[in-house]
């Protein structure tokens, strides 16, 4: 509707290791913005709940064997899908926090090593985020701490991981915000929270959204 045009919602994305504190923190902030008045969902990717996200579900449960270059094209069609969604939502105002987005494909695929442009060119004309945290933890992190569960999907082992935080490091650019995600939960929390809110704010004043890649 008209009076709510130019006054769009802020894509944000969380990137980061497995067990960072991904999960745990983007349902912190959409709570955080919506009792500051700015109305945000979440998004969380893969999103297991479509027919592609069933079959990017079992392969990392490894009930099932895909060639890697066939699951990294699973894994940007599952964007794909979710993409006029999201727009929409922007459009109207709504914030949304992505758990996880096109740069954790690119970082999987490239620690295997597929070739960085070939992981990129599937996901050119997504939505570009406005802001990317990345929630920086050391890959060792995870034996010295109480996050548990940790080991029982494909790459969750710390060689690879260590792969992964590499291709992160490639990927990165200044715009990105890195969070120390070694502090308690409140403590990422807080340094997150007034970052997203700038963001919002921006987004809301009437910065135009883009695409992938910038
Ligand atoms: N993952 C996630 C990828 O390899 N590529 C992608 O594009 C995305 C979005 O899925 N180990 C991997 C990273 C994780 C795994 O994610 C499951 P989560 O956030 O644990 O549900």
Request: hydrophobic share 35%; charged share 25%.
């Amino acid at each position: 509707d008209k009076c709510r045009s130019g006054s769009r919602g802020a894509l944000v994305v969380l990137e980061g290791l497995d067990r960072c504190g991904k999960t745990s923190q983007s349902t912190r902030l959409v709570n955080n913005l919506d009792e500051l008045g700015y109305p945000a969902e979440l998004f969380r990717f893969p999103d297991r709940n479509t027919v592609i996200g069933q079959m990017i579900s079992s392969y990392l449960n490894s009930d099932s064997q895909l060639d890697n270059h066939t699951i990294h094209l699973l894994f940007s069609a599952n964007r794909w899908e979710k993409r006029s969604l999201m727009e929409s939502k922007l459009q109207r105002g709504i914030t949304l926090i992505v758990d996880r987005y096109a740069y954790s494909r690119v970082a999987f695929s490239a620690a295997k090593g597929l070739d960085i442009e070939w992981c990129k060119a599937p996901d050119m004309g997504l939505l570009a985020p406005d802001l990317v945290l990345y929630l920086d933890i050391s890959p060792e992190f995870f034996l010295s701490s109480k996050r548990g569960g940790y080991g029982g999907e494909r790459y969750e082992q710390l060689e690879f991981q260590k792969k992964v935080a590499q291709a992160y490091q490639v990927l990165r650019d200044d715009s990105w915000k890195i969070i120390d995600a070694n502090l308690s939960v409140e403590g990422v929390e807080e340094q997150m929270k007034s970052i997203v809110l700038d963001c919002a704010k921006t987004c809301r004043n009437g910065k135009s959204l883009s695409e992938l890649w910038l």
